[in-house]
Nanobody, 121 residues
Framework: EVQLVESGGGLVQPGGSLRLSCAAS????????MSWVRQAPGKGLEWVSC????????KYAESVKGRFTISRDNAKKTVTLQMNSLTVEDTAVYYC??????????????WGQGTQVTVSS
Protein backbone atom coordinates (compact mmCIF):
# COMPACT_ATOMS: atom_id res chain seq x y z
CA GLU A 1 0.00 0.00 0.00
CA VAL A 2 0.96 3.64 -0.28
CA GLN A 3 3.17 4.78 2.56
CA LEU A 4 4.95 7.99 3.48
CA VAL A 5 6.90 7.63 6.70
CA GLU A 6 8.52 10.67 8.27
CA SER A 7 11.38 10.55 10.73
CA GLY A 8 13.89 12.88 12.34
CA GLY A 9 11.67 15.07 14.48
CA GLY A 10 12.44 15.89 18.07
CA LEU A 11 13.26 18.61 20.57
CA VAL A 12 15.80 21.24 19.63
CA GLN A 13 16.86 24.61 21.03
CA PRO A 14 16.34 27.86 19.12
CA GLY A 15 19.11 28.28 16.58
CA GLY A 16 19.57 24.55 16.26
CA SER A 17 19.09 22.22 13.32
CA LEU A 18 17.11 19.12 12.46
CA ARG A 19 16.98 16.94 9.39
CA LEU A 20 13.63 15.36 8.54
CA SER A 21 13.37 12.40 6.21
CA CYS A 22 10.44 10.80 4.42
CA ALA A 23 10.50 7.31 2.95
CA ALA A 24 7.94 6.60 0.23
CA SER A 25 6.58 3.35 -1.11
CA UNK A 26 3.59 1.97 -2.98
CA UNK A 27 3.40 4.56 -5.76
CA UNK A 28 5.44 5.95 -8.63
CA UNK A 29 7.53 8.34 -6.59
CA UNK A 30 9.15 10.07 -9.57
CA UNK A 31 5.73 11.12 -10.93
CA UNK A 32 4.92 13.16 -7.84
CA UNK A 33 6.09 16.50 -6.59
CA MET A 34 6.93 16.17 -2.92
CA SER A 35 6.09 18.68 -0.23
CA TRP A 36 6.50 19.32 3.44
CA VAL A 37 3.47 20.75 5.22
CA ARG A 38 3.33 21.64 8.90
CA GLN A 39 0.71 22.27 11.54
CA ALA A 40 1.59 24.34 14.57
CA PRO A 41 -0.30 23.81 17.84
CA GLY A 42 -3.84 25.08 17.48
CA LYS A 43 -3.22 26.24 13.91
CA GLY A 44 -4.12 25.07 10.45
CA LEU A 45 -1.94 23.42 7.87
CA GLU A 46 0.87 25.54 6.45
CA TRP A 47 2.73 24.61 3.30
CA VAL A 48 6.49 24.73 3.87
CA SER A 49 8.31 23.51 0.77
CA CYS A 50 7.95 21.56 -2.45
CA UNK A 51 10.39 19.92 -4.81
CA UNK A 52 9.74 19.02 -8.42
CA UNK A 53 9.66 15.51 -9.88
CA UNK A 54 13.34 15.34 -10.77
CA UNK A 55 14.51 17.64 -8.01
CA UNK A 56 15.40 20.45 -10.38
CA UNK A 57 13.15 23.04 -8.80
CA UNK A 58 12.36 23.79 -5.19
CA LYS A 59 9.91 26.22 -3.63
CA TYR A 60 9.77 27.52 -0.09
CA ALA A 61 7.41 29.45 2.09
CA GLU A 62 8.75 32.90 2.83
CA SER A 63 8.93 32.06 6.51
CA VAL A 64 11.53 29.32 5.94
CA LYS A 65 13.37 30.54 2.84
CA GLY A 66 17.10 30.63 3.43
CA ARG A 67 16.87 28.37 6.47
CA PHE A 68 15.31 25.16 5.11
CA THR A 69 16.48 23.03 2.21
CA ILE A 70 14.40 20.33 0.54
CA SER A 71 15.93 17.52 -1.49
CA ARG A 72 14.87 14.20 -2.99
CA ASP A 73 16.42 10.98 -4.17
CA ASN A 74 14.19 9.21 -6.67
CA ALA A 75 16.32 6.07 -6.63
CA LYS A 76 15.88 5.75 -2.87
CA LYS A 77 12.34 7.18 -2.92
CA THR A 78 13.11 9.63 -0.17
CA VAL A 79 12.64 13.33 0.43
CA THR A 80 14.51 15.31 3.05
CA LEU A 81 14.05 18.65 4.78
CA GLN A 82 17.16 20.17 6.31
CA MET A 83 16.09 22.76 8.86
CA ASN A 84 18.60 25.26 10.18
CA SER A 85 18.37 28.30 12.45
CA LEU A 86 15.19 26.98 13.99
CA THR A 87 12.90 29.27 15.95
CA VAL A 88 9.99 28.64 18.27
CA GLU A 89 7.69 29.52 15.38
CA ASP A 90 8.89 26.37 13.62
CA THR A 91 7.34 24.17 16.30
CA ALA A 92 4.80 21.98 14.54
CA VAL A 93 3.95 18.54 13.31
CA TYR A 94 5.65 18.17 9.95
CA TYR A 95 3.98 16.09 7.27
CA CYS A 96 5.46 14.66 4.12
CA UNK A 97 3.03 14.78 1.20
CA UNK A 98 2.89 13.81 -2.45
CA UNK A 99 1.03 15.48 -5.29
CA UNK A 100 0.79 14.08 -8.79
CA UNK A 101 2.48 16.41 -11.22
CA UNK A 102 4.01 19.73 -10.32
CA UNK A 103 4.35 21.87 -7.22
CA UNK A 104 1.74 24.23 -8.69
CA UNK A 105 -1.10 21.90 -7.78
CA UNK A 106 -3.34 22.57 -4.82
CA UNK A 107 -4.28 19.00 -3.94
CA UNK A 108 -2.18 16.45 -2.11
CA UNK A 109 -2.69 12.82 -2.99
CA UNK A 110 -0.83 11.14 -0.16
CA TRP A 111 0.17 12.09 3.37
CA GLY A 112 2.53 10.74 5.94
CA GLN A 113 1.71 10.34 9.61
CA GLY A 114 3.73 13.37 10.65
CA THR A 115 6.71 13.92 12.90
CA GLN A 116 6.81 16.36 15.82
CA VAL A 117 9.34 19.18 15.83
CA THR A 118 9.56 21.16 19.05
CA VAL A 119 11.82 24.21 19.27
CA SER A 120 12.17 25.37 22.85
CA SER A 121 14.76 26.86 25.16
Amino acid sequence: EVQLVESGGGLVQPGGSLRLSCAASGFTFSSYAMSWVRQAPGKGLEWVSCISLSGGRAKYAESVKGRFTISRDNAKKTVTLQMNSLTVEDTAVYYCSAQWGTCDGEDYDYWGQGTQVTVSS
